[in-house]
């Protein structure tokens, strides 16, 4: 065995499905061991953004690792934005870059793609990864391997794996993954009660639902736990698609002053709540109505939990979570409580389109034919995302990039084999919507719903008066058989719904519905979020 096939063995028994790459001169020698041995599929896309976005996508919807296979330089460094989206928002990703070999290290010659120093780039993603490798050593590689996926599952973060050129096929032993590591029970069983004393306690408690419960494959644990306690649930607002699949007595997404008043007091009047692997950061809370004192929190994140001033250390969120069902008995009481009403029953006329109008013309379809998955790009479509009926959805939430959209849904069709509605904006798919012209080669079919009105809309909502937020009408309906799908331009109701009924039963091709949207027209809750944001961040 060489040192490549023992890394992509260790990659297939780590979780990864799939490798997402571009190639070039530096990588040439590792890609084609990835071709030859055939151990994982290889997906190759048109940009390096869509590489990371795309393979982000299959660890943040599978659980296991997403991985994006580059070249030194020119193609790491071009990647950089979505690994930093990935390591921001915790999602497993593991980046394969080509790297130069001993010899050309040692020439004295500057090497084509090199930056400042032939290091540059791996001190660069010291800052967006959690863990680094440069291959260099053939019989230390094993374990350096296990290391960095070992921690790349256990902190659900991106880690870098760098291989020179003239190391890849060198003979390699296998990987041997490392053991997990333990957790002192003592202080586990401590952390508990303390949790279960303080929900006891309050007369309002309250568990949401963050990220890292789907990044550890935590949503129907989550689930049950929250019926044993009797606890209504809340997803924040990066959470949104969690526990879709699950009986959990889901309430809604928690958006402060953009989103529904009942879901906003009931977390706000909440003297108990528990944020299970909750990111605490602005696109969260910063439209709080009333400042959240985090102190009376419960807050389960990166491997530990704090509550008050007080933080137990080493407690990864699943053994919180199977402790805590081990400690609180099942129930056959059922818990129920008021969920969140969605749009239904599309007036399809002659009307023009407004983004409720999108999501209300979703919701009827999947009614008829079933849910599917949503990749969402950032800008007023995730808001929409928020009016469609719960389902798996993946967007970038917090470090909010566009451009995201269209490459994730690739992504989430090669992990899952379902087929996946992207929503994107006119300004995002400018980006890397041609990634779709991907698709024909590998089979994949998603409906794509392209929000165009001509402009960088959510900017314009911040500062209206700027002209540069103003964007063209480029004709990607148009443009879309020569990418190999079906493109269709609608103005009005009726022609969404038309064209939703015509994608939904075209199997083979991408369908993209490029959708016109009157300038300044948004969804309420992104209305709502834009108001929420400029009142509390005006002086008062």
Request: a negative charge; charged letters at 20%; one cysteine or more.
């Amino acid at each position: 065995m060489n040192l490549t096939e023992s890394l992509l063995h260790a990659l297939k028994a780590h979780g990864a499905r799939q490798i997402f790459g571009i190639p070039g001169d530096f990588a040439l020698p590792y890609f084609r061991i990835i071709e030859k041995s055939a151990i994982l599929p290889l997906y190759t896309l048109s940009h390096e953004p869509g590489v990371g976005f795309a393979a982000d996508a299959c660890g943040r919807i599978s659980g296991g690792l997403g991985v994006a296979a580059v070249t030194y330089g020119a193609g790491a460094f071009n990647m950089v934005n979505a690994v930093a989206s990935a390591y921001a928002e915790k999602s497993p990703l593991v980046v394969l870059s080509g790297g130069p070999g001993k010899g050309e290290s040692q020439s004295g010659l500057l090497l084509h793609h090199q930056a400042k120093t032939l290091d540059s780039q791996f001190q660069i993603y010291k800052e967006i990864t959690c863990d680094q490798v440069r291959l260099d050593d053939a019989e230390r590689a094993p374990a350096d391997i296990a290391r960095a996926l070992a921690n790349c599952l256990r902190h659900s973060q991106p880690v870098y794996i760098e291989i020179p050129r003239d190391m890849v096929a060198e003979p390699c032993l296998p990987v041997t993954a490392q053991a997990a590591l333990a957790v002192d029970p003592d202080a586990l069983d401590a952390c508990v009660t303390d949790i279960l004393q303080r929900l006891a306690q309050a007369s309002a408690p309250v568990l949401m639902a963050g990220v890292e419960v789907r990044r550890f494959g935590l949503e129907a644990k989550v689930a049950e736990l929250s019926s044993r306690l009797a606890l209504p649930v809340v997803t924040s607002f990066m959470g949104v698609g969690l526990l879709a699949q699950t009986e959990a007595p889901l309430v809604g997404t928690y958006l402060g002053v953009a989103g529904l008043p009942e879901v906003t007091q009931l977390v706000e009047n909440s003297d108990g709540l528990f944020l299970l692997g909750v990111i605490v950061s602005d696109t969260n809370f910063a439209v709080s109505e009333k400042k959240i004192d985090l102190r009376k929190t419960i807050r389960a994140l990166a491997g530990q939990v704090t509550m008050g001033y007080h933080t137990y250390s080493h407690i990864p969120l699943a053994a919180l979570v199977d402790h805590l069902l081990l400690r609180v008995p099942a129930t056959d009481k059922k818990f129920s409580v008021k969920h969140q009403s969605y749009p239904h029953g599309l007036v399809a006329d002659a009307a023009s389109i407004t983004p409720t109008d999108i999501a209300t013309a979703v919701n009827d379809l999947m009614a008829r034919h079933g849910k599917l998955p949503i990749a969402s790009d950032m800008g007023d479509c995730l808001f929409t995302a928020l009016d469609i009926e719960h389902t798996a959805l993946i967007a970038p939430g917090y470090y909010a990039t566009m451009g995201f959209g269209v490459p994730a849904g690739l992504g989430l069709q090669a992990a899952t084999g379902e087929r996946p509605l992207i929503l994107v904006g006119d300004g995002a798919f400018q980006m890397t919507g041609w990634e779709l012209g991907n698709c024909r080669r590998y089979g994949w079919d998603p409906i794509v719903l392209l929000f165009n009105n001509a402009s960088w809309e959510m900017l314009r909502t911040f500062q209206p008066e700027s002209g540069f937020n103003d964007l063209d009408h480029w004709g990607f309906a148009e443009m879309a058989a020569g990418m190999g799908g079906d493109g269709v331009r609608v103005n009005t109701r009726a022609e969404l719904k038309a064209a939703l009924d015509k994608a939904i039963a075209t199997r083979g091709r991408f369908q993209l519905i490029d959708i016109t949207i009157p300038r300044g027209v948004l969804s309420e809750t992104l209305s709502r979020f834009v108001a929420g944001v400029k009142r509390l961040s005006t002086p008062q």
